[in-house]
């Protein structure tokens, strides 16, 4: 009994550690697509396309605190640094506008809008990932290199767009390889 214990023992070791070694196949070194964290569509469950309200206000304060604060390196849309400075000019978006009087004479005027990007606003995360794939199980393994949040934005003439507000990148060894 002693024995098949121990045989028992051996093969399970050695299915572990054979296991181990299996190399999965890169699909993909990089792969960019958006995730929404707060639901398009009210009528869905609430896990799909969604992360319930605290959670998602907690991911959005911790990117963008830390990133405001400095506490980690932030990188615009062309993978060049930018400062905690920069990434609060971001937030606040200044357009000089020319408007028609809605009185007689109807005459233009020019006009600046403020308008300031909320963090209520920011409603996707971008990934940017490697893709690896073990063939016989068809198991995937993403390796996240950066994310970015992303705002609703909807312009004057009520066009909605998703805008990546700024980049940081969580895989050191990928960051050696930007603008090279």
């Known amino acids: 009994m002693r024995t098949q214990i121990i045989l028992l023992a051996f093969a399970v070791i050695i299915a572990a550690t054979s ?3 299996e190399k999965k196949e890169l699909i993909t070194q990089k792969i960019q697509y958006d995730v929404n964290i707060k639901s398009p569509d009210p009528d869905y ?30 990188y615009d ?13 971001i937030m606040s978006d200044t357009a000089a506008l020319t408007l028609m009087s ?24 971008r990934f940017l990932e490697e893709w690896r794939i073990d063939q016989k199980t068809l198991a ?21 767009r998703w805008q990546p507000l700024f980049w940081i990148y969580v895989d050191n060894e990928f960051v050696k390889t930007l603008n090279k």
């Open 19 to 21: 296991c181990q070694g």
């Open 102 to 125: 809605e009185e007689p004479p109807y005459e233009y005027y020019d006009t600046l809008v403020v308008i300031r990007i909320e963090r209520e606003s920011i409603q996707r995360i």
């Open 140 to 160: 995937f393994e993403k390796k996240i290199l950066g994310l970015a949040p992303v705002a609703r934005r909807v312009d004057d003439a009520g066009n909605e």
């Open 77 to 89: 849309y062309f993978n060049n640094p930018i400062t905690a400075s920069d990434i609060a000019k």
């Open 45 to 74: 469950d609430w896990w799909i396309q969604n992360l319930p309200g605290p959670q998602r206000e907690n991911l959005v304060d911790l990117i963008m605190d830390r990133a405001l604060s400095g506490e980690i390196q932030a």
